[in-house]
């Protein structure tokens, strides 16, 4: 089946720095990913789409200055925090759809210390 | 927009029984309804899905309905296993590849020995 790859699966950084997150879709081509973050024991709340080729869609209440989003090619989706803060510390997900099926990244789990 | 509802948050079973999560969905239009399990630190996998077309689908001790005039759908899992300890989410979305998930909150599945 198809397979969506998150790297990495989990990173510490300093207050101040960013951090790149990668979403690759390994077995298909996917125009639209999609960007959660998940707080302890919460569901996902969508972030943001990302659009191969043009700017993303944020959802209300979403920085896009804070939450920069690449989308360069149809199999990688990047997701990168700027001047991370303690509070961007969380567990962020990346999701791609295939014709129907949507799949998860296995998370990336973000501290900010 | 959509908006899904799921109940219970946390099911507790004893290894053997048999364990029924249930959503409400509102958009009549939604027509793909997945099922996610994920497990702590990790992000979610699908597990079963089932179009608007069809009723019911089982896959070996997991099994989906759909009353699309109710708008509900629940999962099914028969006899139960400690491994099958884990959150499941489900969801609800049109079909097209472009449109994201819509998610319930998450229940918590207990299977004790």
Same mark, same amino acid.
């Given at each position: 089946g198809a397979v969506v790859s998150q790297h990495p699966s989990r990173v510490i950084c300093k207050s101040g720095t960013s951090v790149k997150i990668e979403c690759r879709s390994l077995d298909f081509q996917a125009t639209t990913m999609f960007w959660y973050r998940q707080f302890p024991k919460q569901s996902l709340m969508l972030m943001a789409t990302s659009n191969e080729g043009s700017k993303a869609t944020y959802e209300q209440g979403v920085e896009k200055d804070k939450f920069l989003i690449n989308h360069? /090619?149809?199999t990688l989706s990047t997701l990168t925090v700027t001047s991370?803060?303690?509070?961007? /510390?969380s567990f962020y997900i990346c999701s791609a759809r295939g014709r129907t099926e949507a799949f998860f990244g296995q998370g990336t789990r973000l501290t900010v210390v | 927009g959509e908006n899904v509802e799921q109940h219970p948050s946390t099911l507790s079973v004893q290894e053997g029984d048999s364990a029924v999560i249930k959503c409400t969905y509102s958009d009549?239009?939604?027509n793909y309804f997945p099922w996610y399990k994920q497990e702590l630190g990790k992000g979610p996998q699908l597990i079963i899905d089932i179009r608007s077309n069809v009723g019911e689908k089982k896959d070996q001790r997991i099994a989906v309905t759909l009353n699309k005039t109710a708008k509900h759908f629940s999962l099914h899992i028969t006899e139960t296993q400690p491994e099958d300890s884990a959150v499941y989410f489900c969801a609800a979305s049109p079909p097209s590849g472009y449109s994201t998930l819509t998610f319930g909150k998450g229940t918590m599945l207990l299977v004790s020995p």
């Open positions: 360069a /090619s149809l991370a803060h303690p509070e961007d /510390s | 009549s239009a939604s």
